[in-house]
T-cell receptor, first 119, second 111 residues
Framework: NAGVTQTPKFQVLKTGQSMTLQCAQD?????MSWYRQDPGMGLRLIHY???????DQGEVPNGYNVSRSTTEDFPLRLLSAAPSQTSVYFC??????????????????FGAGSRLTVL | GDSVTQMEGPVTLSEEAFLTINCTYT??????LFWYVQYPGEGLQLLLK?????DKGSNKGFEATYRKETTSFHLEKGSVQVSDSAVYFC??????????FGAGTRLFVKA
């Protein structure tokens, strides 16, 4: 199994350009999410989805859009890139949720990451 | 709100030294706790987990015990290897769908 696949691995944009980071998983996971990783700040949740057709905002959603038309795919769109969006982006999935005491403590499977630089 | 605090790095150790990386958390209810590891150029992967108080998670010689009374989940290993050099993240998953991560601690192990 490929697990979670992210593309592209590297991308350089100019301020104001738009782009889409792709994420696909082949594990039939219901839950998918996007995080950004910045030095000294750990991972911060951008958006997440609990199933096809359902998305919700995380901690830092501004400047990003998502959609979930299929179980497998969860693309992240930057509509007008800004230098503050320079970061490493990770897509992650889990079978049916991000945790909880009685949910079985679902474990996240991560993609390899996408490094984005906005000039 | 819920949060995770872990010791700042980098931590530099010699091979076969004892490792402790401290992690404390703030959460309502009874979250599950995790340690994830990130090797250079890769995504995060689960190292170990614990789902309730007094549970001990273990994997690859690493251990962590869920301490509700001290709201802690410290990571330990008795004898580190060069191959353990990585960034370690403590995380909690409260009720719901949002896993919260600490800032990460970078570990360097010298031969």
């Amino acid at each position: 199994n490929a697990g979670v696949t992210q593309t592209p691995k590297f991308q350089v944009l100019k301020t104001g350009q738009s782009m889409t980071l792709q994420c696909a998983q082949d594990m039939n996971h219901e839950y998918m999410s996007w995080y950004r990783q910045d030095p000294g700040m750990g991972l911060r949740l951008i958006h997440y989805s609990v199933g096809a057709g359902i998305t919700d905002q995380g901690e830092v959603p501004n400047g990003y859009n998502v959609s979930r038309s299929t179980t497998e795919d969860f693309p992240l769109r930057l509509l007008s890139a800004a230098p503050s969006q320079t970061s490493v982006y990770f897509c992650a999935s889990s079978p049916n949720g991000g945790g909880g005491h009685t949910s079985g403590a679902n474990v996240l499977t991560f993609g390899a990451g996408s490094r984005l630089t906005v000039l | 709100g819920d949060s995770v605090t872990q010791m700042e790095g980098p931590v530099t150790l010699s091979e076969e030294a004892f490792l402790t990386i401290n992690c404390t958390y703030t959460a309502t209810g009874y979250p599950s706790l995790f340690w994830y590891v990130q090797y250079p150029g890769e995504g995060l992967q689960l190292l170990l987990k614990a789902t309730k108080a007094d549970d001990k998670g273990s994997n690859k010689g690493f251990e962590a015990t869920y301490r509700k009374e001290t709201t802690s989940f410290h990571l330990e290993k008795g004898s580190v290897q060069v191959s353990d050099s990585a960034v370690y993240f403590c995380a909690l998953a409260p009720w719901g769908f949002k896993t919260i991560f600490g800032a990460g601690t970078r570990l360097f192990v010298k031969a």
